[in-house]
């Protein structure tokens, strides 16, 4: 579905006096192959990347260099402008739904907005389009007439992810999709998104800095350190068996769920503190 070989991406630096700006690469060298129905997780702590990329990906920036090729034709906007049926087949979903959808604008003109841009669709079948896009993310086609500011954070998100599949993408480019998200409102927007891949045979890029949830919605995890990718392989090979010193440093970092671990880190505590006591 898509696949990425050498991605760089260079932004301006900051010049000194009598001296030339050196460019910050932020991409060095990205390398990454997404199947069909599957999901590929992109990890790592702020700065590394991650939303860098995710643009790349979504048509937003060119690269600098290396080479982006989707359903195998290569892509490259910064000589060629991407045409309306490339765009279509990737769309994006934001971290802060709020942020990403217009204040002022009715969720219904929201989702039209795509349509409008995208097909050739007269105002009845839009209308049904999305009433029926609506009730399939959890919402009713009565929510079109509200404003965005009437949701609550997981009713936006569910509403942003119902933007994007307006135009039947194949790719979801999913940038912290619930990192802004209550802990029970997360996992019923990732059971969600679970069920529109399987049900629209969608492929996921999943960029998250979460490992307790790429860990439930991966295929494959990719993880990222300074613009580039130090340990690849499966969800199971990834978090099993780290192979990159990296990759087991945001492990450690990250708090167990396990009920046997919490009770064992617990049981520690409580001995450390019996042994100051004593």
């Known amino acids: 579905m898509l696949e990425a070989q050498g991605l760089i991406r260079d932004y301006p630096g900051k010049g000194r006096l009598l001296r030339k700006a050196t460019p910050v690469r932020a991409l060095k060298g990205v390398d990454l192959v997404l199947r069909q129905g599957r999901t590929l997780s992109v990890v790592g702590e702020s700065g590394c990347g991650k939303s860098t990329l995710a643009r790349i990906l979504t048509l937003i920036d060119p690269a600098t260099d290396g080479t982006l090729l989707i359903d195998g034709k290569a892509v490259d906007i910064a000589r060629f402008r991407p045409s309306a049926e490339l765009r279509r087949k990737v769309r994006i979903v934001f971290q802060n739904p ?124 990719m993880v990222m350190q300074a613009g580039e990718v130090v340990e690849r392989g499966s969800r199971n090979a990834v978090f099993g068996d780290p192979q990159h010193p990296y990759t087991r440093q945001l492990l450690a970092a990250t708090p167990s769920t396990d009920t046997g671990a919490i009770r064992a880190r617990l049981a520690r505590r409580a001995a450390l503190r019996a042994a100051r006591g004593a």
Request: aromatic residues 4%.
């Open 98 to 221: 709020y942020g990403s959808l217009n204040p002022r604008q009715k969720v219904g003109d929201a989702l039209a907005e795509e349509l409008l841009l995208n097909t050739g669709l007269g105002a009845a079948e839009r209308r049904a389009r999305i009433g029926e896009m609506l009730e399939r993310v959890g919402l009713s086609g009565a929510h079109a007439g509200r404003y965005p500011h009437m949701f609550s954070g997981g009713q936006r998100q569910r509403i942003a992810i119902a933007r994007a599949l307006m135009v039947n993408p194949r790719i979801l480019i999913l940038d912290e999709p619930v990192s802004a998200l209550d802990l029970s409102v997360q996992a019923k927007v990732l059971n969600l998104l679970a069920d529109l891949q399987r049900d629209f045979d969608l492929s996921y890029i999943f960029i998250s800095h979460d490992l307790s949830v790429v860990r439930r919605i991966s295929d494959e995890v």
